[in-house]
């Protein structure tokens, strides 16, 4: 078993940033790909970027290219998000997410993901 909590959500206005935490605890020797993920009220949940525990290989939604960047510390069984240039569309709960099996390719599928965490809101005004 793993278990991830996310960190570091809230309120900022636009154009500005956020950095998201994820910390993995249990069985963690297991994670071969960890991701995130987000849910915006009403809408289903989508994928945003993953990175490989072993390598570090990225893999980026479109929306999120080039503001969005993922990172991890193997040593701390951390993964963060770094957000800038955040908009009203970026408005939803956060959803880090792991897998303890072999994923193909650099992302993460939703169906691939074994555990999750509890998800943090993060909310960006206009």
């Known amino acids: 078993q793993v278990y991830l909590e996310e960190s570091g959500g809230g309120l900022v206005q636009t154009g500005g940033s956020l950095r998201l935490s994820c910390a993995a605890s249990?069985?963690?020797?297991?994670?071969?790909?960890m991701g995130w993920f987000r849910q915006a009220p009403g809408q289903e949940r989508e994928f945003i970027t993953s990175i490989k525990w072993s390598g570090g290989n990225e893999y980026y939604a479109d929306s999120v290219k080039g503001r969005f960047t993922i990172s991890k510390d193997n040593a701390k069984n951390m993964v963060f998000l770094q957000m800038n240039s955040l908009n009203p569309e970026d408005t939803a709960t956060y959803y880090c997410a792991a897998a303890d099996h072999p994923t193909y390719g650099s992302k993460l599928y939703m169906n691939e993901a074994d555990y999750w965490g509890q998800g943090t809101q993060v909310t960006v005004s206009s």
């Open positions: 249990g069985r963690t020797f297991r994670i071969y790909t």
